[in-house]
């Protein structure tokens, strides 16, 4: 509450997007909000460069598999990335090097996989 948001509501959507890339299920307590905020990109001023992205965390899309339920890890796999890609896409602006630098790739490798999985970058 104490936060100012020089940001406005584009850098309060930012922090809540950022949060659910890296804490996705987990429920945040008041440090984990400041550290994001300190980790928060600040506004870019008029010929100010690009910032530096942090590589996103990888959190399970679903509960370990029990003897009641098998799990198909290739689709399991397929859905995180599929996941992962849209989400980085989002947080980058839609700007495709910079959402293979969250996710640690080489933007020709997120290209190809943004085929496989049919993704689009947004405009």
Not at 46 to 51: K, M, T
Not at 57 to 80: F, G
């Amino acid at each position: 509450m104490q936060h100012d948001w020089p940001g406005n509501v584009r850098e309060l959507r930012n922090v809540v997007e950022r949060a659910g890339v890296l804490h996705g299920g987990e429920i945040l307590g008041a440090q984990d909000v400041e550290l994001l905020l300190a980790n928060a990109s600040p506004p870019l001023e008029s010929g100010d460069a690009r910032p530096v992205v942090q590589p996103l965390s990888l959190v399970p899309a679903s509960p370990a598999p029990s003897k009641d339920r098998p799990i198909d890890l290739r689709q399991e796999i397929e859905a995180i990335e599929c996941d992962r890609i849209t989400m980085a896409l989002e947080l980058a602006d839609g700007i495709v090097s910079d959402a293979a630098r969250l996710l640690t790739l080489k933007r020709t490798t997120l290209i190809e996989k943004m085929r496989k999985y049919g993704v689009q970058a947004a405009a």
